[in-house]
């Protein structure tokens, strides 16, 4: 089947420090790979995707590269600001399925 | 450009109370969504409507009905309310069924008491 696991948290950085937030999938056929970001009180806003892979979707300093050979998309940011803190959502859609399959969402807080 | 709209953006009902949510998009999108989002559970999706007149049930659709009025417009609507059905209730669109970005509206809150 297919399915999104993502590391749990809540994650706690400083301000200036790297981010990753791990993401691995399990997918029938070539799935595209997505991040999504939840800022408090809204809904969910794409942050960045893949279509294949190898391929390397980045945003806002955030970039994510889909690993076929890891069935991975983890996520990263060189250097998080407090304007980060939010929930990450991980997500996949294969062909041309009815739904995206998407994780629990990783919470993410900033401190100065 | 408004995006995806949703209303109410809050509502409390009591147990067995019936209501619609109602969701509108304005990006002529062919395909939309009702998913429901729990602590600690992610998104699940409802039911979804790959197109004007055609609506599916998706993964937890027991409770639930759908209409889709309009190519703009999809409604989610609960008969009789259960606690069970608290949740925080997202609308979403598409271009189109498969790998296109889904766009969501700001959420609605409903609480059963």
């Known amino acids: 089947g297919n399915s999104v696991t993502q590391m749990e948290g809540p994650v706690t950085l400083s301000e200036e420090a790297f981010l990753t937030i791990n993401c691995t999938y399990t997918?029938?056929?070539?799935?595209?790979l997505f991040w999504y970001v939840q800022y408090p009180g809204e809904g969910l806003q794409l942050l960045l995707k893949a279509t294949k892979a190898d391929d390397k979707g980045s945003n806002k300093g955030f970039e994510a590269t889909y690993r076929k050979e890891t069935t991975s998309f983890h996520l990263e940011k060189g250097s998080v600001q407090v304007s980060d803190s939010a929930v990450y959502f991980c997500a996949l859609s294969v062909g041309t399925g009815n739904q995206f399959y998407f994780g629990t969402g990783t919470s993410l807080t900033v401190i100065p | 450009n408004a995006g995806v709209t949703q209303t109410p953006k809050f509502q409390v009902l009591k147990t067995g109370q019936s209501m619609t949510l109602q969701c509108a998009q304005d990006?002529?999108?062919?395909?939309m969504y009702w998913y429901r989002q729990d602590p600690g559970m992610g998104l699940r999706l409802i039911y979804y409507?790959?197109?004007?007149?055609?609506?599916d049930k998706g993964e937890v659709p027991n409770g639930y009905n759908v209409s889709r009025l309009n190519k703009r417009e999809f409604s989610l609507r609960l008969e009789s309310a259960a606690p069970s059905q608290t949740s925080v209730y997202f609308c979403?669109?598409?271009?189109?069924?498969?790998?296109?970005?889904?766009?969501f509206g700001p959420g609605t809150r409903l609480t059963v008491t």
């Open positions: 997918a029938t056929g070539y799935p595209s």
């Open positions: 979403a669109s598409s271009e189109s069924l498969g790998t296109y970005e889904q766009y």
């Open positions: 409507s790959a197109s004007e007149g055609t609506t």
């Open positions: 990006m002529n999108h062919n395909s």
